[in-house]
């Protein structure tokens, strides 16, 4: 941003221009590919998301309403707030992101912020850690239907719980987070009250992420009839020396895009493969997740920048945790009749995972972090 006027630079006005440009040029030489890409979201909307996040998110809701996070933290409490450099009443919505999927965190920390329990710098390091899968999500849907088993996708998820943690460790030892203001007085909420307002917050919430997650499929369908994401997938090949197959390219493509429709996608690669890039991808989030998660900080302060290379590095964790544990869980032998086999580990395959990922982010990033195509402008944290 311009920081004497407030206005977009003339650059990011121009490369907004021009990606806008291209998505409405798209739409209208490929409306039918654009409108079977929301089909397909919505698809994946009525199978997977609403039925894994929305009963999470209406729960989480609801208990945060009723004061009920903070007894079911109680445990916790003490060993989180002292990993985490937090009070322990902020551990209720950290442990509520690791059972309610991604955006369940970042609506409760967002909340504590709006209602100005918490400061801006004590949110944005909520957000380092205050992120997950559902494992709902990643037990069921990805670890017995493309991980190999429930045991593999808990795995993962235990992974990513520990990434998180780990990072959030890591950042505490340079600033402990700012104490949390007691709620302002008035008469708290009825049980019937916060259901309702829990139940109606959750449908705002998943209309939101269904919004988003058909957007992000349209538009890796039309980056399919483009063609952009062989070409990529040829390009990452050569650029690797061969050491990992062209749908590799493509499958990481479509996961930074939308990560349901990724993961998906990943059912079709070698177990060795899905062990290594199905990790990373879930503890990225996909653009789909992030824009999401900005969306829940409408009206405060966000970087979206900063959050999205926190989720790089949160995925690079996770895969790094859970690759080697999944090589040595044994696959059953039904999966081996009619599935690819586990490819070998070798050197090669674990330097060019990131090289890859690397290089997919940085486009999609320049492409989507700074062109204008956050949602509601969302500012950078002082």
């Known amino acids: 941003m311009d920081q004497q006027q407030g206005r977009p630079s003339g650059g990011r006005l121009l490369a907004a221009g021009l990606l806008w440009g291209g998505a409405a040029i798209g739409l209208l030489v490929w409306q ?3 409108s079977q890409g929301v089909r397909q979201g919505l698809s994946i909307c009525a199978q997977t998301l609403i039925p894994s996040l929305f009963p999470f998110m209406a729960l989480s809701g609801v208990m945060a309403n009723l004061g009920a996070d903070r007894l ?5 409490a003490p060993v989180l707030s002292r990993l985490l450099k937090i009070p322990p009443a902020l551990c209720g919505p950290v442990l509520m992101s690791f059972l309610g999927g991604y955006p369940v965190g970042a609506r409760l920390v967002a909340r504590l912020q709006r209602e100005g329990r918490i400061d801006p710098s004590t949110a944005r390091r909520m957000m380092v850690f205050s992120f997950a899968g559902a494992p709902s999500f990643l037990i069921g849907a990805v670890g017995i239907q493309v991980l190999g088993g429930p045991l593999q996708g ?3 998820y235990l992974a990513q719980v520990a990434a998180a943690l780990l ?4 950042w ?4 402990s987070a700012g104490p949390i203001r007691p709620p302002k007085e008035g008469r708290p909420l009825t049980p019937s009250a916060a259901l309702v307002e829990g139940v109606s917050g959750a449908a705002t919430g998943m209309l939101v992420i269904c919004a988003f997650a058909c957007l992000f499929v349209a538009v890796s369908a039309l ?4 063609g952009l994401p062989e070409q ?3 390009l990452l090949e050569t650029v690797i020396g061969g050491a990992l197959p062209e749908a590799a390219g493509e499958v990481l493509l479509s996961g930074l895009l939308e990560i349901t429709c990724g993961v998906q996608r990943a059912a079709a690669l070698p177990y060795g493969l899905r062990f290594l890039l199905v990790p990373f991808l879930l503890s990225f989030g996909s653009l789909s997740v992030l824009c999401q998660v900005a969306a829940s900080f ?3 302060p966000f970087s979206f920048g900063w959050f999205a290379g926190v989720r790089f590095l949160h995925g690079l964790l996770t895969a790094l945790l859970a690759a080697p544990i999944l090589f040595r869980i044994p696959l059953p032998a039904q999966v081996f009749s009619s599935l690819p086999q586990p490819a070998p580990m070798d050197g090669t395959m674990v330097l060019g995972i990131p090289a890859m990922v690397g290089m997919c982010s940085v486009l999609l990033l320049t492409l989507c972090g700074e062109s204008g195509s956050l949602p509601r402008r969302p500012r950078r944290l002082p």
Do not use: D, K, M, Y
């Open 32 to 34: 039918p590919t654009a």
């Open 72 to 76: 079911l933290a109680a445990p916790f």
């Open 154 to 156: 808990l795995v993962v």
């Open 167 to 170: 990072l959030g460790s890591l």
């Open 172 to 175: 505490g030892r340079r600033r």
């Open 223 to 226: 980056l399919e009839e483009t």
């Open 232 to 234: 990529l997938g040829r």
């Open 298 to 300: 409408e009206g405060l």
